[in-house]
Nanobody, 115 residues
């Protein structure tokens, strides 16, 4: 059973930065996609960014130029560097790992951006 553990969330002022980490435990296939999603109160969960094991990235328009997704394949760890944060970035951020027919989610980490 694979578990994903997110960390790095917190409270930050608008314009500040945070770095989220996602560490999977268990046996992970080398070919996979890691992604970050977020869900704000009263809204649907949305994709923020994802990255394949080959390094191809994809971003939501709302975060392009401010957020950077990366991964360390040796450590099987994913990161989301968030800069120039805005109050509308406030949400619970979830890590997701997809590989083959498997789809894993973390428990989420709260990010709150004050104005």
């Amino acid at each position: 059973q694979v578990q994903l553990v997110e960390s790095g969330g917190g409270l930050v002022q608008a314009g500040g930065s945070l770095r989220l980490s996602c560490v999977p435990s268990g046996i992970i296939f080398s070919i996979n996609t890691m992604g970050w999603y977020r869900q704000a109160p009263g809204k649907q969960r949305e994709m923020v960014a994802n990255i394949t094991s080959g390094g191809t990235t994809n971003y939501a328009d709302s975060v392009k130029g401010r957020f950077t997704i990366s991964r360390d394949n040796a450590k099987v760890t994913g990161y989301l560097q968030m800069n120039s944060l805005k109050p509308e970035d406030t949400a619970v951020y979830y890590c997701r790992l997809t590989t083959g027919a498997y789809d894993y989610w973390g428990q989420g980490t709260q990010v709150t951006v004050s104005s």
